[in-house]
């Protein structure tokens, strides 16, 4: 079955960096785009970033265009997401995700999650 294992969460300062990993199993993960999405306390679920299968095209939300890099390496079945110039508003839960959204009624969804790692961002 499809497993999704996050890594790399953590408590960083204002304008730090952390880079999250997700190890993929299960699927053939060279065979599909894959997803970073994100839940803040008390808020829905947000896609943060996207990546096609081959790495060749990406999304960013606006709220990270321009501080956070998503990227992939299918020989090790592991998509990333660097995050710099880290805010308080990115502390979320941070999932990895199979696939691109559906979005139903302002809420969005995905085939495929993870268990999430937490990214909290304070001085």
């Known amino acids: 079955q499809v497993q999704l294992v996050e890594s790399g969460g953590g408590l960083a300062q204002p304008g730090g960096s952390l880079r999250l990993s997700c190890a993929a199993s299960?699927?053939?993960?060279?065979?599909?785009?894959m997803s970073w999405a994100r839940q803040a306390p008390g808020k829905g679920i947000e896609w943060v970033s996207g990546?096609?299968?081959?790495?060749?095209?990406?999304y960013y939300a606006n709220s990270v265009k321009g501080r956070f890099t998503i990227s992939r390496d299918n020989a090790k079945n592991t998509v990333y997401l660097q995050m710099n110039s880290l805010k308080p508003e990115d502390t979320a839960l941070y999932y990895c995700?199979?696939?691109?959204?559906?979005?139903?009624?302002?809420?969005?969804?995905?085939?495929?999650w993870g268990q999430g790692t937490q990214v909290t961002v304070s001085s």
């Open positions: 995700a199979k696939g691109y959204p559906t979005v139903v009624d302002g809420t969005v969804n995905f085939a495929s």
């Open positions: 299960g699927f053939t993960f060279s065979s599909y785009a």
């Open positions: 990546i096609y299968k081959d790495g060749s095209d990406t």
